[in-house]
């Protein structure tokens, strides 16, 4: 299995900022991508933004020019920058990550998620 532990939510101003953080960590073969969705209350969850192991990044139109994902591989660590932070981005963020372990095939894996507010 792989455990994924995000950190960096919290409580931010309008305009401000924060950096989430998601850490994998098991008996992690590969990690194909890693990503960041949110849910708000009374709404789906959608996708953030994603990273896959050598490709582009992808954002949704929302975030973009706003936030940007990183990755360190070498800590099987995604990142998510979030600046000029709006109400709107106010929701629960979860990582994602799409990997394979020693025991089983390509699986998709979520983390408890972290709460972000955006609010004055």
């Known amino acids: 299995q792989v455990q994924l532990v995000e950190s960096g939510g919290g409580l931010v101003q309008p305009g401000g900022s924060l950096r989430l953080s998601c850490a994998a960590s098991g008996s992690i073969l590969s990690i194909y991508a890693m990503g960041w969705y949110r849910q708000a209350p009374g709404k789906q969850r959608e996708l953030v933004a994603s990273i896959p192991s050598g490709g582009t990044t992808n954002y949704a139109d929302s975030v973009k020019g706003r936030f940007t994902i990183s990755r360190d591989n070498a800590k099987n660590t995604v990142y998510l920058q979030m600046n000029s932070l709006k109400p709107e981005d106010t929701a629960v963020y979860y990582c994602?990550?799409?990997?394979?372990?020693?025991?089983?095939?390509?699986?998709?894996?979520w983390g408890q998620g972290t709460q972000v507010t955006v609010s004055s």
């Open positions: 994602n990550a799409v990997a394979t372990t020693a025991w089983t095939g390509r699986s998709n894996y």
